[in-house]
């Protein structure tokens, strides 16, 4: 039987070590980070929601914002163990559909997470967004 989960926003209830332990092992794009620029990523963030099974975390994102009109959606995540059932979904409806940012722009890179965000709404950009590249070397 699937154990339910509980989706959360509070940041208090973020687990640092649980995050940090996936993204600095697991996340593609950000393993440069260090804890530190994780814990500051945190402490400045607009919005974190997380996902708890049993009290312990098992989800992360995390979204930047000028609390207005654009939000950035970042280092969304689900713990191997705990992916297919509806986990992610339940966290980006938290974050951008039953948060304050509902009506926000919202943007997003990914390399393989397309057909969930476009549930959302997402899709490739159109000739009005440019963007600068990372100076940072790949890792």
Not at 8 to 22: G, M, N, S, Y
Not at 42 to 59: F, I, T
Not at 85 to 103: F, K, N, S, Y
Request: hydrophobic fraction near 45%.
């Amino acid at each position: 039987m699937t154990q339910p989960f509980d989706i959360d926003d509070d940041p208090a209830h973020i687990d640092v070590d649980a995050v940090w332990a996936f993204l600095s092992t697991h996340a593609y794009w950000g393993r440069w980070r260090t804890r530190d620029d994780v814990v500051a990523q945190l402490a400045s963030a607009w919005r974190v929601v997380g996902a708890y099974v049993d009290g312990a975390q098992v989800g992360f994102a995390r979204a930047i914002s000028d609390g207005v009109s654009l939000a950035y959606l970042a280092d969304v995540y689900v713990d191997e163990a705990h992916r297919g059932r509806g986990i992610a979904q339940a966290m980006v409806t938290a974050m951008i559909d039953a948060g304050p940012g509902v009506e926000f722009r919202w943007l997003l890179h990914t390399n393989d997470a397309h057909d969930l965000y476009r549930r959302f709404g997402f899709s490739e950009p159109d000739a009005t967004l440019l963007e600068r590249p990372s100076r940072r070397p790949a890792t």
